[in-house]
């Protein structure tokens, strides 16, 4: 019983985080990852000025789509799902700072500076307003495009084109940002994470010397492309590497290895565990089979049918069995209390999960039962009585 119960338990922890896992691979992320060629590049101590810093991209970028393989290509500060989310205050003019809006989005957001075509190559939606130009560079009024998520929370009913934010706090001298354009929510933490208010931001006017870049592709392979992209690099300057060139599919993959490692150990242990319970369940049930050959062929000797031997041999088995389900069960529910921050998209009971577990300790105790039932209904009475 004991050994049933605690693999019921494991098998239960297991087939909830298979089930989260498989829910986590499919949850919307806000962006098509699918045929992007990803790769990143840092520009050395001699790129040490923001213009510099925008022309090397700009020429890198242009020289990119040249490429017969790819059909967009953009350069972002982030990597949505893949790169490590850092969330800063933001301020909105004409209100005072507050930890959270309406709905209790928070006021701090994640910032990317992005390329033109980012938004378009990533496939995120525009929902009001513009994208990006080649006329938001430096010198001109600076931009933003912020995702849906801080609408709702700060300018909810509102028209968010034509407001005013700021990064971090206000600063005497430092414009506004006006916002010209809303996207559709982006899951940059992860598939796990909800999406959180984003700020986006010209890489022309918030230039950085770190860079990630997405090709979209025209191949079924992205990473053919690769050589192609490093051709690109090496004639704007050959003194820059290319670093960790992957499809997204990679990256993605690369992220969910942890929960994967998990879901594999658990369900390995659980797999031993419900062969000993298999085990101690048949071995149990044998014994007290011996032990009753005499009360068994008495039974068959006042006239009990074969069928009446093996449902009392089933009976004893499904009442062991049962009982370490129920505690396995209820010991479930504070397992998953520890496993709560893995569990993705199930909120407290999985029940197609806790179905299969009873089919399956089911099916396991039939098996453990099914040759000791066969051996007392093959009992001969007259034998078993002489034996007495």
């Not at 969910?256 to 659980?270: E, K």
Request: no cysteine.
């Amino acid at each position: 019983m004991v050994e049933t119960a605690l693999s019921v338990t494991l098998l239960l922890s297991a087939g909830m985080l298979i089930h989260s896992f498989l829910r986590l691979q499919h949850a919307p992320l806000g962006f098509k990852p699918n045929g992007i060629l990803t790769a990143r590049t840092n520009l050395p101590p001699s790129y040490s000025t923001g213009t510099a810093q925008s022309e090397f991209y700009e020429g890198l970028l242009e020289r990119v789509r040249s490429i017969a393989a790819v059909k967009a290509v953009a350069a972002t500060t982030m990597l949505p799902a893949s790169d490590r989310v850092l969330h800063d205050p933001f301020s909105i003019e004409g209100r005072p700072w507050q930890p959270f809006g309406a709905a209790r989005v928070p006021q701090f957001a994640n910032h990317q500076a992005v390329s033109t075509d980012y938004f378009r190559v990533m496939g995120i939606p525009v929902r009001q307003g513009r994208v990006f130009s080649t006329e938001d560079k430096d010198g001109s009024q600076p931009v933003a495009i912020v995702n849906e998520m801080l609408v709702r929370g700060f300018w909810l009913g509102e028209n968010p084109i034509g407001k005013h934010l700021m990064l971090g706090a206000p600063q005497p001298g430092v414009p506004w940002l006006t916002v010209v354009g809303v996207v559709a929510d982006v899951r940059s933490g992860g598939a796990a994470l909800v999406a959180l208010p984003e700020i986006y931001t010209p890489m022309t006017q918030t230039p950085s010397a770190a860079m990630a870049l997405v090709l979209g592709t025209k191949i079924t392979d992205p990473a053919r492309a690769a050589n192609d992209l490093r051709d690109a690099i090496r004639a704007v300057d050959r003194g820059i590497p290319l670093e960790r060139v992957a499809t997204y599919e990679e990256l993605l993959t690369t992220q969910f290895a942890p929960r994967r490692y998990q879901m594999f150990l658990l369900a390995a242990f659980a797999g031993l565990a419900l062969l000993l319970a298999a085990v101690g369940l048949y071995g149990v049930v044998s014994y007290v089979v011996t032990q009753r050959q005499g009360e068994i062929g008495l039974r068959m000797a006042f006239g009990a049918s074969l069928q009446d031997v093996t449902a009392m041999v089933l009976k004893q088995t499904f009442q062991l069995a049962g009982s370490g389900l129920g505690i396995g069960m209820a010991m479930s529910l504070l397992t998953r209390q520890i496993l709560a921050n893995e569990i993705f998209g199930i909120h407290f009971i999985d029940v197609p999960v806790y179905v299969g577990v009873m089919a399956l300790v089911a099916t396991v105790a039939l098996g453990a039962a099914a040759f000791p039932a066969r051996h007392a209904a093959s009992i001969d009475p007259m034998q078993a009585l002489r034996t007495e």
